[in-house]
């Protein structure tokens, strides 16, 4: 919480959505753990005062922490997600976000550059021809998203390792942030072992053909070591960095690592 | 006064039996909160992605939204793996599990389930289970593995790859979690139900006698 980015200067992202919620409808998504335990159950199990959740939060996010450690530790590198057929892919391969496909960042791909920030040699910004032109590799991978549901998809792309490398970003730093063009600035910090991890891929295909809107074009990233919602789309730029920056759904208590 | 003395030694003398050790009874009401709070929990997950054509109601949710809901479910899963674990250490160790549930005969697993429904089952002696118990209590705990082995797998489906190979598949795994959680609360409903009929089951479960 040291450091947050602000989408109008001087105004907390969190705090602006906590108002935003208050005036909307019951929409379990959007629902704060602050607002949540709200079971008035648990008050007659434990004989705790839960009301006042604030400390039942605290000990929940200090263990979603422990959490984190536990899944670095487990985290083997070179433990690759399984891989499929092509005949186990999942048609159609869902569209999922916290808004309708009618609100997708709609990208002119002659107007979109990747940024490029942070610890890294070169900070030159990419066009999508340029990046076009990278080596790239196809996976059949399953995506998990954090509600439960699984699909299996095909991606193609280049190895965001290959892509660090060339840029020469320390691959000593934490973090690989992502920023993207979704609305209310959606958001990701990525873990560099997971970033470096053989296939963890700056995505540019979906089934072969150019990655569709619904599915982030022109550039998502593909993590299949990582719940879906640690898969950014529509992404404008990455930052390597050693500062844990947050993210748009890490920031509302979803566990940060996530890992699978 | 020197017979009230004697008494009392014949009191202390004569401790009454202890029917469910300390340990039996710590490691049953923690995982009994654990149990429930996995479970309200669960529920809260399940409902952001439902398996089947229905929800459980909010009201019986835990976390309030499903952000809520998994950082309560992976706080409690901790609770649940280290006691369940020190169990089933300590169930083998000690021997209980092999003097209290051993053996399962269906004959007599038969021959129990029929006096219970014609409610001649008794209860007499709380330190010996019978064939009803026996499997009811063996099954649960063989659910209660399975449930944490195919939720570790879940969470963790790349680098636990082989406990989901265990089942099958991703999605599989899911469906084996969500049954075993409706075994678990079907076998709360009737163990609640029968301690409350056996009153004195449910003292020796807290004070031990």
Redesign the interface.
């Known amino acids: 919480m040291a450091k947050r980015s602000f989408l109008i200067p001087g105004v907390d992202k969190r705090l602006l959505i906590k108002d935003a919620i208050k005036t909307m409808p019951d929409f379990t998504r959007r629902r704060f753990i602050a607002g949540g335990a709200s079971l008035g159950a648990l008050t007659l199990l434990t004989g705790c005062d839960v009301v006042d959740s604030s400390s039942a939060d605290t000990l929940l996010a200090q263990v979603s922490k422990f959490n984190d450690a536990v899944q670095a530790f487990i985290f083997n590198p070179d433990a690759l997600a399984p891989t499929f057929p092509e005949s186990a892919i999942t048609k159609p391969f869902p569209f999922n976000a916290y808004y309708d496909l009618d609100d997708a960042p709609d990208i002119a791909a002659a107007d979109w550059k990747l940024e490029v920030r942070g610890l890294v040699d070169n900070k030159k910004s990419w066009t999508l021809d340029e990046l076009y032109k990278l080596p790239q590799v196809n996976q059949i991978t399953r995506h998990i998203c954090v509600e439960g549901w699984s699909a299996i998809g095909s991606w193609t792309g280049t190895p965001l390792r290959d892509f660090l490398k060339l840029i020469g970003a320390d691959t000593r730093a934490k973090y690989v942030w992502f920023q993207c063009a979704d609305k209310d600035g959606y958001n990701s910090p990525l873990d560099m072992r997971s970033a470096l991890h053989p296939q963890t891929q700056m995505t540019f295909k979906y089934a072969n053909e150019i990655l569709p809107r619904a599915y982030g074009f022109p550039m998502k990233i593909r993590v299949p070591t990582k719940l879906g919602f640690k898969n950014p789309k529509y992404v404008v730029s990455m930052e390597v960095t050693n500062e844990y920056k947050g993210g748009y759904w890490e920031d509302q208590g979803y566990n940060s690592f996530s890992g699978s | 006064m020197s017979s009230l003395t004697v008494t009392d030694e014949q009191v202390s003398a004569t401790p009454a039996k202890v029917i469910q050790p300390a340990w039996v009874r710590v490691m049953h009401w923690i995982n009994a909160?654990a149990m429930?709070l996995m479970i309200?929990s669960g529920w809260q997950?399940?409902?952001?992605?439902p398996?089947f054509g229905f929800s459980f109601p909010?009201?019986?949710?835990?976390?309030?939204?499903?952000?809520?809901g998994?950082?309560?479910h992976?706080?409690a899963m901790?609770l649940l793996m280290v006691n369940g674990l020190a169990y089933l250490i300590t169930g083998f160790a000690t021997g209980r599990f092999r003097k209290k549930l051993l053996p399962i005969t269906p004959s007599g697993v038969l021959h129990d389930v029929r006096a219970a429904l014609t409610f001649k089952l008794g209860h007499d002696d709380l330190t010996v289970y019978n064939y009803v118990q026996r499997l009811l209590y063996a099954g649960i705990i063989a659910v209660g593995v399975l449930i944490v082995l195919s939720g570790l797998g879940m969470?963790?489906?790349?680098?636990f790859?082989y406990l989901v190979m265990l089942f099958g598949d991703?999605?599989t795994a899911?469906y084996v979690h969500f049954f075993c959680m409706a075994a678990i609360c079907a076998f709360l409903v009737i163990h609640v139900l029968l301690a409350l009929l056996v009153p004195k089951s449910l003292r020796a479960m807290i004070i031990g006698r």
């Open positions: 909160l429930i309200l997950i399940y409902n952001a992605s398996l909010r009201e019986y949710t835990l976390g309030g939204w499903l952000g809520g998994l950082l309560w992976f706080a901790w969470w963790k489906p790349v680098q790859y991703y999605p899911r």
